[in-house]
C-alpha cells in the first residue's frame, strides 16, 4: 500500500480480516434484512466504512485486473439510507417481501461486496 492513498488504505483494510468480517455480516444482513430500520442502518454504515474516498475520482493508474475493487469501493462509498427511503417509504412490507421490494436496490450492492470478499 501507499502511504496516504486512501484508495489502498481502504483496499488493505477491506482485506484485512477484520475487513472480511464485516463484509461477510454485511452481505448476510443484506441477503435477509430483518426491518426497514435495520435497512436504513445498514446502508448508513457501510457508506461510512467507504467514506474516505467518497467523492475522490477512482485511480486510474490501479492495475487492470484491481479496477472491480476500485468500482465496487467507489460505488459502496455512495451509499446512504437515502437509497432505500423511496422505497421503504412506499411500502409497509415487511419479511420475504420487503426483501423483493429491495432487491434491485441490494443486488448490484451486494455484488460489490462480493467483488471485494473475492480475493484474500
Not at 106 to 119: E, G, H, N, S, W
Amino acid at each position: 500500500a501507499v502511504a496516504g492513498d486512501p484508495w489502498c488504505a481502504l483496499l488493505v483494510r477491506c482485506y484485512s480480516a477484520s475487513g472480511q468480517s464485516f463484509l461477510q455480516a454485511t452481505a448476510l444482513a443484506l441477503e435477509k434484512p430483518p426491518a426497514s430500520e435495520a435497512v436504513y442502518l445498514l446502508l448508513d454504515i457501510l457508506g461510512r466504512y467507504f467514506q474516505a474516498i467518497s467523492g475522490l475520482p477512482v485511480p486510474a493508474d490501479w492495475p487492470t485486473e484491481m479496477q472491480p475493487e476500485a468500482q465496487a469501493m467507489a460505488a459502496l462509498a455512495g451509499i446512504s439510507h437515502a437509497d432505500a427511503a423511496p422505497i421503504l417509504t412506499k411500502t409497509t412490507a415487511v419479511g420475504s417481501l420487503m426483501r423483493r421490494h429491495l432487491e434491485p436496490l441490494f443486488r448490484p450492492i451486494l455484488a460489490d461486496v462480493r467483488t471485494l470478499r473475492a480475493k484474500p
